[in-house]
């Protein structure tokens, strides 16, 4: 889902800057290093102790991913300099809340993950839903109407 948004939300923008290249390299680095432990999970989920361990580094993988997408939205949303002059950059600004719960949500797993493994992994199933739902498509402005059409 990282990707997916990660995609959405680049298509719009048209410039960027030094805090955003680094904040999107963070963000790429992390997905990049999330095979890791979601192999992790697939070889202790069945393993007991191992596995709330395992769902322990994951969580925490994903704390990562939600805090730093959650820094390039507000980044970007701060003034919307670098978005394209398709973006309504006040309803933008007024999505942050929905970016914060992964970061909300997250680390409440990390801890969730030493009480139960199979209720962590269904947290982030859901999570998984919220995001692949709630954060497209980027707010954009009321399409104007074409030069010479009269509105009715």
């Known amino acids: 889902m ?26 790429l680095m992390g997905v ?10 697939a070889s202790y989920l069945r393993e007991g102790n191992a596995a709330h361990v395992a769902l322990a580094v994951y969580s925490l993988f994903l704390v990562f991913h939600a805090l730093v997408f959650g820094a390039m939205w507000w980044h970007l949303t701060r ?13 933008a600004r ?10 909300i949500v997250y680390p409440i ?5 030493f009480v139960s493994a199979p209720l962590t992994l269904a947290v982030h199933g859901l999570i998984a839903l919220y995001y692949a739902f709630n954060q497209v498509p980027v707010p954009t402005k ?11």
């Open 79 to 91: 003034t919307g300099h670098l978005f394209d002059d398709r973006v309504d950059v006040e309803a």
């Open 32 to 41: 990049a290093a999330l095979p890791w432990p979601a192999s992790v999970v």
């Open 142 to 152: 009321p399409q104007a109407a074409p030069a010479g059409s009269s509105a009715s």
């Open 109 to 113: 797993t990390v801890g969730l993950s």
């Open 2 to 27: 990282t990707w997916v948004n990660h995609h959405t939300i680049f298509q719009y923008i048209a410039r960027v800057d030094r805090t955003l290249l680094f904040l999107n390299l963070m963000l």
């Open 94 to 103: 007024a999505t942050r809340a929905r970016f914060a719960l992964g970061s």
